[in-house]
């Protein structure tokens, strides 16, 4: 069992940049593919950014690419998300979510077996 608690979020004006972190409690961090979601009022999660469990490989949504980072620090057991241009339409709870498979990276919540309790970013114009 791990427990993930996000930080990070908030008020931002467009074009300027957040960083958010999931701080993860128990064992097996580092065997974890991590992954970063969003839903915004009225529309489904979406999946945003991955991470495989080393951080060799990393997967983004299309519309986030060239403007967010995933990383990781498994000495932390902390996962990050470095936003940066943001816009309005990226105003959502973001939420990270563990893969305890750990094999390669997925962009399908399913695919996630814990969750954390979200953070707000609202990015205005």
């Known amino acids: 069992q791990v427990q993930l608690v996000e930080s990070g979020g908030g008020l931002v004006q467009a074009g300027g940049s957040l960083r958010l972190s999931c701080a993860a409690s128990g064992r097996g961090f580092s065997s974890y593919a991590m992954g970063w979601f969003r839903q915004a009022p009225g529309k489904e999660r979406e999946f945003v950014a991955a991470i495989s469990r080393r951080g060799g490989s990393t997967y983004y949504l299309d519309s986030v690419k060239g403007r967010f980072t995933i990383s990781r620090d498994n000495a932390k057991n902390t996962v990050y998300l470095q936003m940066n241009s943001l816009k309005p339409e990226d105003t959502a709870v973001y939420y990270c979510?563990?893969?305890?498979?750990?094999?390669?990276?997925?962009?399908?919540?399913?695919?996630?077996?814990?969750w954390g309790q979200g953070t707000q970013v609202t990015v205005s114009s």
């Open positions: 979510a563990a893969d305890r498979r750990g094999v390669g990276v997925t962009a399908t919540a399913l695919g996630y077996d814990y």
